[in-house]
């Protein structure tokens, strides 16, 4: 079965689909979208308000250290995106996972010097293991789980994950079972995917399927 649900939701199931349960953050107008759908899922996700964006940075990284989990933050744009630097330089020195999440203005007004427009992509570059702009709702998904991915193997470290605000509002007919999307993998690597909803069954589709309404096809890039 499938349900609209938007960019921000997305974002909280796919974290909650990767384990965990603690989210550091501080809000502001570029990111309340996601604060907005946080409060849903209180029973699942605690988040803990700090009092500085680099705080939260620290704060995540003492929690990733003690619970061998990776530490989640939230943040804003312009200066809250640009106060995170320091911990994640920190991070990225100490090997500790961290899944950063900064606000971003839509996308349409990326170049356009639109207020606390920063180019967290680049500032962040230096001091992440990997920095990606999510630019609409059906990257999601695959963006958290490749973090995720990313921030845990190998060598640990920070990635950050710079969210503009259209694809946090927009919305996108998705799995209502949006554990097994993120959590799909191709031997210890997660796939690039596009997943959508077939109203009629296909021909080609073999064996006894009369009692299905729908298919879900999922398309390995």
Do not use: C
């Not at 907005?36 to 009092?51: G, N, P, Q, S, T």
């Not at 950063?100 to 992440?128: H, N």
């Not at 999601?140 to 990635?159: D, K, L, M, Q």
């Not at 006894?208 to 298919?215: A, P, V």
């Amino acid at each position: 079965m499938s349900e609209k649900i938007t960019g921000a939701e997305a974002l909280l199931r796919s974290i909650e689909a990767e384990g965990a349960d603690t989210i550091f953050g501080y809000p502001g107008g570029a990111i309340i979208p996601v604060f907005d759908r946080l409060y849903d899922h209180k029973d699942k996700l605690r988040h803990i308000l700090v009092r500085h964006e680099q705080g939260a940075t620290h704060a995540a990284q003492g929690y990733a250290r003690v619970s061998g989990k990776t530490g989640v933050v939230f943040v804003t744009s312009g200066p809250g995106a640009t106060n995170v630097i320091t911990g994640l330089s920190d991070a990225m020195m100490d090997s500790t996972p961290l899944v950063v999440i900064t606000g971003q203005v839509s996308s349409e007004s990326l170049g356009s010097d639109a207020f606390q427009e920063t180019d967290v992509i680049g500032i962040t570059q230096p001091v992440t293991k990997w920095s990606h702009q999510i630019r609409t709702a059906d990257e999601i998904a695959w963006a958290v789980s490749r973090a995720f991915y990313i921030a845990s193997t190998g060598r640990p470290g920070p990635v950050v994950l710079d969210f503009a605000k259209n694809a946090q509002n927009d919305q996108n007919k998705v799995l209502k079972d949006l554990v097994a999307l993120t959590k799909a993998r191709m031997g210890d690597k997660p796939l690039d995917f596009r997943v959508s909803i077939a109203e009629d069954i296909p021909e080609t589709l073999h064996g006894d399927h009369s009692n299905l309404k729908k298919i879900i096809i999922i398309k390995i890039l």
